[in-house]
C-alpha cells in the first residue's frame, strides 16, 4: 500500500464466486470506504472490491493494508481541508462516486466520570465521529444529486442507542450521527439518493483481540477466560459470542446494492441481540 493515489489498476479481490455465487453484484459501481485499512473498514473494503466495485480508501496514515487494486489516500476524516481532498481523488482515480461509507471514527474513555472530560475531548470526539461524515456527504453528495443515483451508508455504534458508561462523549457523537443521517436520508431521497445506518456491537476487530491479550496478561489467564469474561461484562450476547468484520461488512454490501433499493433512512442494528431495547 502507497500513501497518495496508491494502484492504478481494479482488479477483483479473490473469493468473489464463494460470497457472492459468482454474481459480481457491484460490477461498475465506485466505492469510498473511509478507515479503511484496519478492522471494520477494511474488512468492508475487501467485501466491496470482491463483489466488483471499484474503491478508493482512506486512512490517518499508512499502516494496516489494502487489497490488490484497490486505491489508498492517506487523509484524516476529522481534517476538514481533507474531505475535499478525498472527493478530489475520487474523481480523478474513479471518475465520480456512487457508493460512500463513513466508517472512520474513534473513542476516548473516562471510566471515573464523564464530566472528567473536557471541551477539547468532545470536540474531537463529535469531529471524527459527526462533522467527518458531514463534511465528506457534502463533498460528494453534488455528484451523486447530478446523476439522481448513489448510496451513502454512516458506521454508527450501539451506543448510540445504548450510551457507554466509560464513553459518553463517543455515545452522544454517534447519537448525533444517527439524526444526522436520518435527516439526510428523508432531503435527499426523493432525488435518488440513499442513505441507511449500521449500528455494529461488540466486534472481533484486531483491536479487540489486542485487548483480549492484555486482559489475559493482565489476569494470568487465556484469552479465551479473557472473552468471557469481557462478554459477561457487556451482559451477554444471546448468539453467544462477539460478531466478525466480515459479517458487519457483508450487511453493508448488501446495503449499497441493488437488493437494496427500497431501503433508505434506516438504521440496521447487528449486534447478536445484545440490545434490550425493542
Not at 478492522?39 to 466495485?53: H, K, N, Q, S
Not at 453534488?142 to 464513553?167: K, N, Q, Y
Request: hydrophobic fraction near 45%.
Amino acid at each position: 500500500m502507497s500513501a497518495g493515489t496508491g494502484t492504478e489498476n481494479s482488479a477483483t479481490a479473490p473469493g468473489v464466486a464463494a460470497r457472492t455465487g459468482g454474481a459480481a453484484r457491484l460490477a461498475g459501481r465506485r466505492a469510498v470506504v473511509t478507515g479503511g485499512t484496519r478492522g471494520i473498514g477494511a474488512a468492508i473494503v475487501a467485501r466491496l472490491a470482491a463483489e466488483g466495485a471499484s474503491v478508493l480508501t482512506t486512512a490517518r496514515g499508512p499502516g494496516g493494508s489494502v487489497p490488490e487494486g484497490v486505491h489508498f489516500l492517506t487523509a484524516d476524516a476529522a481534517v476538514a481541508a481533507d474531505a475535499e481532498r478525498v472527493a478530489d481523488a475520487a474523481q480523478a482515480l474513479l471518475g465520480g462516486v456512487d457508493i460512500l461509507v463513513d466508517n472512520a471514527g474513534g473513542t476516548t474513555t473516562r471510566p471515573d466520570s464523564v464530566l472528567d472530560a473536557d471541551d477539547e475531548e468532545w470536540r474531537r470526539n463529535l469531529e471524527t465521529n459527526l462533522m467527518s461524515a458531514v463534511r465528506l456527504d457534502r463533498a460528494v453528495l453534488p455528484g451523486m444529486l447530478a446523476r439522481g443515483d448513489g448510496v451513502i451508508v454512516h458506521v454508527s455504534s450501539t451506543a448510540a442507542h445504548e450510551p457507554m458508561r466509560e464513553a459518553a462523549a463517543y455515545s452522544a457523537a454517534k447519537a448525533a450521527l444517527s439524526v444526522y443521517s436520518k435527516t439526510l436520508a428523508g432531503q435527499v431521497g426523493p432525488r435518488g439518493v440513499r442513505v441507511n445506518r449500521i449500528s455494529p456491537g461488540v466486534t472481533l476487530t484486531s483491536a479487540a483481540e489486542d485487548m483480549l491479550e492484555r486482559i489475559a496478561a493482565r489476569d494470568g489467564g487465556d484469552r479465551e477466560a479473557a472473552l468471557s469474561d469481557w462478554m459477561a461484562g457487556l451482559g451477554g450476547i444471546p448468539l453467544q459470542r462477539p460478531g466478525t468484520p466480515e459479517e458487519i461488512a457483508a450487511l453493508v454490501a448488501f446495503l449499497v446494492s441493488a437488493d437494496a433499493a427500497w431501503i433508505t433512512g434506516a438504521d440496521h442494528v447487528i449486534d447478536g441481540g445484545m440490545l434490550r431495547t425493542p
